[in-house]
């Protein structure tokens, strides 16, 4: 295990539904992120948060909303998704970021999310 | 921007040969390099870095190579096992910047 947990594994949610994921870290890292994994593409960075400020918004539509209310925790809200949004969903954290000896990242298992 | 390619999307071996996964990376600022190994089912998992100031670098079965006159990574694997069945994908650093990560290269490994 990295010490980089996510919960749920897999999601499966209606173009109306609202969920949310949650993923949790436990090595006491400064920066998480969440990232988009499509079939055979590379990962997509989507949000970054650095000491629980956001750093990082990689043009990702506004049904995806991230929260992160302090350094441990993450979440990313889903709202009116569209099918296209069916992807591995992963988090990621890190000792900082940017700087050049602590960027390593960590990640997730993932949530498998199928949008109907 | 920064792009990161492997050569080949998927390399078959037999088990007890060594394999070797390539990569390519396009920002010679790039200064530091982590292979990551994703299994069915799970998420990306740290094998080995290295930073621009090195051309290799060993671990348990691992070896990583860097040319950056060609900006060219490898990663080999030494007497592969069926256990090392997985997506292989390096990611690269341009220094203060975000990883750029590579599309994944499935190694399989032939009984």
């Known amino acids: 295990e990295t010490g980089v947990t996510q919960t749920p594994r897999h999601l499966v949610m209606g173009m109306t539904n609202k969920k949310s994921l949650k993923c949790e870290q436990h090595l006491g890292h400064n920066a998480m992120y969440w990232y988009k994994q499509s079939a055979k593409k590379p990962l997509e960075l989507m949000f970054v948060y650095n000491f629980k400020e956001q750093t990082e918004n990689n043009s990702v539509p506004s049904r995806f909303s991230p929260e992160c209310p302090n350094s441990s925790h993450l979440f990313l809200h889903l709202h009116t998704l569209q099918p296209e949004d069916s992807a591995l969903y992963l988090c990621?954290?890190?000792?900082?970021?940017?700087?050049?000896?602590?960027?390593?990242?960590?990640f997730g298992p993932g949530t498998r999310l199928t949008v109907l | 921007g920064e792009s990161v390619g492997l050569h080949l999307p998927t390399l078959s071996v037999q088990e007890g040969d060594n394999s070797i996964i390539n990569c390519a990376y396009s920002?010679?600022?790039?200064?530091?390099f982590i292979w990551y190994k994703q299994e069915s089912g799970k998420g990306p998992q740290f094998i080995i870095d290295i930073r621009s100031n090195m051309d290799k670098r060993q671990g348990q079965r691992v070896t990583v190579l860097l040319n950056k006159t060609v900006k060219h990574l490898s990663l080999q694997i030494a007497a592969t096992q069926p256990g090392d069945s997985a997506v292989y994908f390096c990611?690269?650093?341009?220094?203060?910047?975000?990883?750029?990560f590579g599309p994944g290269t499935r190694l399989s490994v032939l009984p």
């Open positions: 990621a954290s890190s000792q900082d970021q940017g700087g050049f000896n602590t960027d390593t990242q960590y």
């Open positions: 920002n010679s600022a790039s200064d530091y």
């Open positions: 990611a690269s650093h341009p220094y203060g910047q975000n990883f750029v």
